[in-house]
């Protein structure tokens, strides 16, 4: 790790959510500790062997917290083993302790995967400390020493880079899913404030027809024109605290009608002649949708299909079927293609704007194979998209 870099992780915030304990945790205990046992009863040359199975265990345990407490558990492991070597040297004894507790370098890589900056700068200056006064105690050469050296500050590196891909990966899911809100955001000014404006000009037009009738009609008609109006601004005032100066910039340029439910069966028509056979069926009643809903629809489908035909390999058939129900429709999207369980590169973004997109609207998703080949996008939406306003 360079210099700027590490000064520049020093400012970083302790990690958020860390698990406490999961079974893995549990598993590696559980081995150690027995491992510590054998070692001490069939290693006739190990030095204070009763107080270094204890010393041994003690570590291990402190396993259990080094996602919660890493600077704690790190400096306890580090300082006391650099309190042994020192006793150790003191008492004329050789190297204290186990082969077992080489478990220590899980400590430095917990430090720089969960703790803050300043825990992991401090964690640092006592690993140093601890290798400075091993190296006293068992000098073996200017090779040993630095090869020590680096053997500590190996898994440190190591957890400061698993950080450092699991926060851009993390930070990507986040950017897919500000893009899919601003998506929506756009949608439903496009198509909500059509009917709003609608509302406010036949308010406008009944208000001088009115002119004529009794001026209690006038006065309902101009309340509805006002109320219009006023819905009409705040509602542009939110999206646009959704949407960024680009994005607007974008958007403004290509104000299109938002597609709906009767353009899915399109995607079938824009196939390319190499691609799988595309299939829409459509079942139920699926009038009275709300704008928001049925553009979601075609979203999810298009997303869908497009995904299999970029991930599945050799698919022959992408089936979309949407079914009309009483409170609810349902978006499947399935194929016969065979899918890599864990793409590579940045897969995985669209299902997260799916994801977002559904939840919005107080939906559900599920996607995942079918069976032995396949891979299934099964999405159920309210009719009236209740989670828009949520």
């Known amino acids: 790790m360079a210099l ?14 860390a698990p406490r304990r999961v079974w ?40 259990l917290w080094r996602r919660t407490q890493p600077l704690a558990v ?21 190297d204290v302790g186990l082969y077992t507790m080489a478990a220590l370098l899980v400590f430095p890589y917990a430090a720089a995967r969960w703790g803050s900056g300043r825990e992991l700068l401090l964690a640092t200056v006592v690993m140093i400390g601890a290798w400075l006064s091993s190296a006293v105690v068992a000098y073996s050469g200017l090779g ?8 500590m500050m190996f898994p440190l590196e190591l957890g400061a880079l698993v950080r450092y891909q699991v926060g851009s990966r993390q930070q990507q899911i986040e950017r897919a899913k500000v893009a899919t809100r601003q998506q929506l955001a756009r949608e439903l ?41 006023r819905a009409l601004t705040e509602m542009r005032n939110m999206v646009g605290a959704l949407r960024d100066d680009d994005a607007d910039d974008q958007e403004s340029a290509t104000l299109t009608p938002q597609p709906g439910v009767a353009d899915i069966s399109r995607l079938a028509d824009v196939a390319r002649p190499d691609s799988p056979r595309i299939e829409v069926q459509v079942d139920g009643d699926l009038a009275g949708l709300r704008p928001a809903v049925e553009t979601a629809l075609y979203r999810l489908a298009q997303e869908s299909v497009t995904n299999a035909v970029r991930h599945a390999r ?56 079918s069976g032995t080949r396949g891979w299934t996008v099964d999405a159920v939406l309210p009719r009236s998209g209740q989670g828009v306003t949520a």
């Not at 700027?4 to 959510?17: Q, S, W």
């Not at 040993?144 to 053997?151: K, P, Q, R, S, T």
């Not at 000009?201 to 024109?225: C, S």
């Open 4 to 17: 700027n870099d590490f000064l520049a992780m020093a400012k970083e915030p302790r990690v958020p959510d």
């Open 189 to 229: 000014h496009d198509t909500v404030a059509h009917h709003v404006s609608a509302i406010a000009i036949q308010a406008q037009g009944g208000r001088a027809l009115a002119a004529t009738k009794p001026e209690t009609a006038a006065e309902v008609l101009a309340t509805i024109e006002e109320e219009a109006s």
């Open 74 to 94: 790190t400096v306890a492991a580090f300082g006391s083993a650099m309190m042994v070597s020192i006793v150790s040297y003191l008492a004329g004894v050789g």
């Open 144 to 151: 040993d020493l630095i090869g020590g050296f680096i053997v």
């Open 24 to 63: 893995r945790d549990w598993v590696l205990v559980g081995a150690l500790i027995p491992t510590a046992i054998a070692e001490t009863l069939l290693r006739p040359t190990v030095v204070w062997p009763v107080f270094s199975l204890v010393w041994c265990v003690g570590l291990v345990l402190l396993l």
């Open 314 to 369: 050799n698919p022959s058939r992408i089936l979309v079927r949407i079914v009309g129900c009483d409170d609810s429709v349902r978006l499947t999207v399935e194929d016969d293609g065979i899918h890599n369980p864990a793409p590579s590169g940045t897969s995985g973004f669209g299902l997260v704007g799916m994801i977002e997109r559904v939840s919005l609207l107080g939906g559900s998703i599920d996607a995942g194979p």
